[in-house]
C-alpha cells in the first residue's frame, strides 16, 4: 500500500502541480483513506519528498574507458531520467524548491547524487590524464558540466515532457552532439 501511495503522489504532483498537491487528491488517486496517509506522513511536503527519493534514479556511475565515451553515457543516462516521470517531477520540484523551503533537502540531495556520478567520471579522466589538475582547472570543469546539464535541461523543457521520450537512438544522437560541443571548454592534457 506505501508504494502505491507513493505512486499515486508523483502522479497527483505531475498532474496538479506545487499548488494543487494535497493529501486529499493523493488519498483519492490512491484509494485509500486520508488518514492511511496522514499516519505514515505528517504532511503533503514529506510525502512529497520521500516520494521522490524512493523512486529517483541516480545517474549511474559510467566508465566507457575515455572521458568522451563517459560524459556521452551520463548525459544518455540523464536524458533518459528526464524523459521519465519521476526524472520530470524531480526537475519540477528542483524549481519549486526556490519558492518552498520544504523541497531543499530533496533537491538538494537528488543534485548531489548525479554531482558524483559526474566526479566519478572527472576523477578517472584525470587519472588517464585527460583532463588538466589544478585551481584554474577545477573552474572551467565545473562550467562545463553546468553547460552540459543545463543544455539537457533546456533540450527536455524544449521538447515537453508530453511528446513523446524519443528512440535510443535520438537520445544518443542528442547527447553525443551536446558532449562534443562542451569537450573543447574542458582544460585538456595534451
Known amino acids: 500500500m ?8 508523483i502522479d497527483e504532483y505531475l498532474a496538479r502541480g506545487s499548488a494543487g498537491f ?3 487528491a493523493v488519498a483519492r488517486r490512491a484509494r485509500v483513506g486520508k488518514s492511511t496517509v496522514y499516519l505514515r506522513w505528517p504532511d503533503r511536503d514529506a510525502l512529497l519528498t520521500d516520494s521522490i527519493m524512493a523512486r529517483s534514479q541516480g545517474i549511474e556511475d559510467v566508465d566507457t574507458g575515455t572521458l568522451r565515451g563517459d560524459l556521452i553515457e551520463l548525459t544518455c543516462n540523464l ?4 524523459l521519465d516521470p519521476i526524472g520530470f517531477a524531480t526537475l519540477q520540484i528542483t524549481v519549486d524548491a526556490f519558492a518552498n523551503p520544504a523541497y531543499h533537502q530533496v533537491a538538494s540531495e537528488i543534485a548531489q547524487l548525479h554531482r558524483a556520478a559526474v566526479q ?4 578517472r579522466a584525470r587519472e588517464r590524464e585527460e583532463l588538466s589538475v589544478g585551481e584554474r582547472a577545477d573552474e572551467l570543469v565545473d562550467s562545463a558540466i553546468e553547460c552540459l546539464y543545463g543544455a539537457v535541461v533546456m533540450k527536455i523543457l ?3 515532457f508530453q511528446s513523446p521520450a524519443g528512440t535510443d537512438e535520438e537520445i544518443e544522437r542528442t547527447a553525443t552532439s551536446t558532449v562534443d560541443l562542451v569537450l573543447p571548454m574542458l582544460p585538456r592534457d595534451t
Open 2 to 9: 506505501e508504494k502505491r501511495i507513493l505512486d499515486a503522489a
Open 22 to 24: 494535497t493529501i486529499d
Open 79 to 82: 536524458m533518459r531520467f528526464l
Open 120 to 123: 566519478g567520471v572527472l576523477d
Open 158 to 160: 524544449v521538447r515537453g
